[in-house]
Nanobody
């Protein structure tokens, strides 16, 4: 049974930081791309960042470049999203995903977590 479980969300003031974690179980994802997406109320689920299975390649949405950093620990089967300089528009449910393609779109990912809420107050 494959499972992705996100944690680390919460309420933070604008300018603050949070680190999200995504723990994978049920199989090894060392050859898969891992990604983070987010969905604000009434909006589409948007790409945030992705990392290759080797950890050597990363991809970011323009809106988070320079503020967010994705990383992975294959020994722990865990991927992280360090979020700095948070802004109210970063408020959303953040989802972890895994799949064969490191692409900035949902089509590359076939496993999804349940999401963790991030709320940034102004």
């Amino acid at each position: 049974h494959v499972q992705l479980v996100e944690s680390g969300g919460g309420l933070v003031q604008a300018g603050g930081s949070l680190r999200l974690s995504c723990a994978a179980s049920g199989r090894t994802f060392s050859r898969d791309a891992m990604g983070w997406f987010r969905q604000a109320p009434g909006k589409e689920r948007d790409f945030v960042a992705a990392i290759s299975g080797s950890g050597g390649g990363t991809l970011y949405a323009d809106s988070v470049k320079g503020r967010f950093t994705i990383s992975s620990d294959n020994a722990k089967n865990t991927v992280y999203l360090q979020m700095n300089s948070l802004m109210p528009e970063d408020t959303a449910v953040y989802y972890c995903a895994a799949g064969p393609l490191m692409v900035p779109g949902r089509r590359g990912y076939n496993y999804w977590g349940q999401g963790t809420q991030v709320t940034v107050s102004s």
